[in-house]
């Protein structure tokens, strides 16, 4: 690979890219034939995490499922059985307990995990803002590092002409395969975008074809966030709530599916994978729906859960408050790789190893989630909404465009939902949070800001199409 690399040059990601793109378009029309039963994986302990960034040999799998929320995983004691994949997977794994997603709205969430910055210091807060070209990305460093780099996305915000293509060798939305009727029939309002088989499905073919390289896979799914369900996973009832976990039950047998490829082809021994999400969703918990209007529990509160070379019999729980900005930082020093500059984000390597170890954790500090709530409004003034975590709090804070102020402080360690605001029983948590929100809004992009992108009608249209309102 690497000589012909060599003759083609500069011209040769363009010929892969192309290659890749096939393939994957083939890959709806490819079954899948599966092994005998796999042997039974190698049993992990604090000193193998230690030590597996001293291998040269490990695979990079990075799925986030859009929209899911850790509360509706029995992982995160939710009494539905949701995901029993993702629990299996958890209880030989290690589990993130209370991670917070840095924003309600996909495009703002996933630049902040891809740089490890938060939203303001990220830079991209609104609907024509990209990526910098100056943000050293995950990918960028991982082919540096000799990774073969890929990703497969559904949604529309993390399009390449943002800048979250920057690093992949490959980079493309999978191509659709035909639904079969009882998912439509079960979903009549289904748009004609695929479903998260097929990014399984050309993950699987992209494996087959540079599995024998060392890879790192992005796959970006969307079942969850369109509410798609079908007959086997229509198990919970019809209303709002339990559709949504009808779709999470359809999204965990989908990656079950990949799991066991994964596992019957022999790439679980050196394969990391790490499931995450962007934002959690609303059901009417303070009278709204959906994401994207604001920064509460509900729509903040993500899982996020690892999958190691070996298994860790019993499953590794990390208590203390973690966030997505950690994510890569911690990813990139279980690799043993120098990674991400300037970051707001952190390793948790070192918790990870106390907690496999039943050492006390590391101290935290506070954690931030953000969004201007007029993100999608053409000219509109900034309208932040802020929340700071801190010792179990949550302190909420909305500026208004008119310079007007809204505060709630909730406590978590006695209100697990967050719904009594205790603002004016406890005066001075509020005044030290707000002062923590002031001095995070004052903070700035470490690069120059690149000028706004000019979407066209086409693009708009694909966006607003997964429910988003745009003018």
């Not at 780099?149 to 490959?170: H, I, K, M, P, S």
């Not at 559709?243 to 490829?261: C, F, H, Q, T």
Request: hydrophobic letters at 40%; aromatic letters at 10%; proline letters at 5%.
């Amino acid at each position: 690979m690497n000589q012909i690399r060599k003759i083609l040059g500069e011209r040769w990601p363009w010929f892969t890219a192309a290659g890749l793109v096939v393939v994957i378009y083939l890959a709806q029309f490819v079954r899948i034939s599966f092994q005998p039963p796999a042997p039974e994986r190698p049993v992990g302990t604090a000193a193998d995490i230690e030590k597996l960034s001293e291998r040269d040999d490990v695979n990079v799998l990075f799925i986030l499922v859009d929209t899911l929320r850790a509360d509706r995983l029995s992982t995160y004691g939710y009494d539905r059985a949701t995901a029993p994949f993702l629990d299996e997977l958890a209880e030989n794994g290690v589990v993130f307990g209370s991670h917070l997603a840095q924003s309600s709205w996909t495009k703002c969430s996933m630049a902040s995990l891809w740089t490890g910055l938060y939203p303001v210091r990220a830079g991209v807060t609104r609907f024509e803002h990209v990526v910098s070209p100056d943000a050293k990305m995950p990918a960028e460093i991982l082919a540096e590092n000799g990774f073969f780099t890929a990703g497969l996305y559904r949604n529309g915000w993390v399009e390449g002409y943002f800048g979250f293509d920057q690093g992949f060798e490959v980079y493309t939305r999978p191509t659709s395969k035909v639904v079969a009727p009882s998912i439509k029939l079960a979903n009549p309002t289904m748009k004609e975008g695929g479903t998260d088989e097929d990014a399984v499905l050309a993950a699987m073919e992209f494996l087959r074809i540079y599995g024998d390289e060392r890879w790192f896979l992005y796959m970006h799914l969307m079942d969850v966030h369109e509410y798609l369900y079908d007959e086997d996973s229509a198990q919970f009832g019809t209303d709002y709530s339990s559709v949504y976990d009808n779709s999470i039950l359809r999204a965990n047998l989908v990656l079950a599916k990949l799991y066991n490829y994964l596992e019957h082809e022999g790439y679980l021994d050196n394969t990391l994978i790490v499931i995450a999400s962007d934002h959690g969703e609303a059901f009417g918990e303070r009278g709204a729906e959906g994401h994207a209007r604001w920064v509460y529990r509900e729509t903040t509160e993500v899982p996020l859960i690892m999958s190691l070379p070996f298994k860790l019999p019993g499953g590794v729980v990390i208590e203390q408050r973690t966030e997505n900005i950690d994510v890569w930082p911690t990813i990139f020093d279980l690799l043993g790789i120098e990674g991400l500059d300037e970051v707001d984000g952190q390793s948790r390597v070192p918790a990870l190893i106390a907690a496999a170890s039943n050492e006390s954790p590391p101290e935290e500090g506070p954690a931030f989630a953000h969004l201007d709530q007029n993100w999608g409004r053409r000219g509109a003034d900034v309208a932040d909404t802020l929340s700071v975590l801190e010792d179990g709090y949550r302190y909420m804070q909305v500026k208004n465009p008119d310079g007007s102020l809204k505060e709630e402080l909730f406590n978590a360690r006695v209100d697990a939902s967050e719904l009594i605001d205790l603002k004016d029983e406890e005066v001075e948590t509020t005044e030290r949070l707000r002062g923590l929100a002031e001095g995070y809004l004052e903070k700035a992009p470490p690069w120059d800001v690149p000028a706004m992108l000019e979407i066209d009608e086409i693009h708009l249209n694909q966006l607003r199409a997964l429910g988003y309102s745009i003018p």
